[in-house]
């Protein structure tokens, strides 16, 4: 029996199709936080929190590539860890609450103020850390839950 080369074309693109169906979204991160110091982009945290529990968090500088893409120019420190079960039905009851609220960005620009960008699979929120009576409640819960449960210090010091 000869098999025609669109026949194996056809049954190729069927198993493709069929493994990408199947692939889970366990890569992309549930949560993530970036915080920015007042002066941009010298001094970042990128906060990442994965479906499995996982924590990553990068500090350093970051620089800007084509197409708005950002990436560290240089990394001071990276930390790993894992969030214990209690923690992370914490964590997603904020980020719940969180969700219903939709997306937030600040029309402001704050000087002297540590930029937070909390992103969650259903909605973003850009908040300026040393005025908290301006963050929605929830929102505020659900940065220093992240920022307590980090395996590195996350020190969002101010300028004299």
Known sequence: MKIRFRELLII???????????TT??????LTLEIFSPGGIEEVY???????????????SLKFQEGGKKEFSKVIAKRKGKISQNDWEVLQKHMKEVEKLGFSKSDTIVKDAWRLL???????????Y???????TKVYRLILEI??????????????
């Open 130 to 136: 040393e005025y908290p009576k301006h963050i929605p």
């Open 118 to 128: 909390l992103k969650t699979k259903s909605s973003e929120y850009e908040v300026f």
């Open 46 to 60: 990128v906060i990442t929190i994965m479906r499995d529990r996982s924590y990553n968090v990068v500090f350093g």
């Open 147 to 160: 920022i307590k449960l980090s395996p590195m210090k996350i020190d969002l010091h101010g300028w004299a």
């Open 12 to 22: 190729g693109c069927s198993i493709f199709v069929a493994c990408q169906c199947t």
């Open 25 to 30: 979204n366990s890569d992309k991160p549930v």
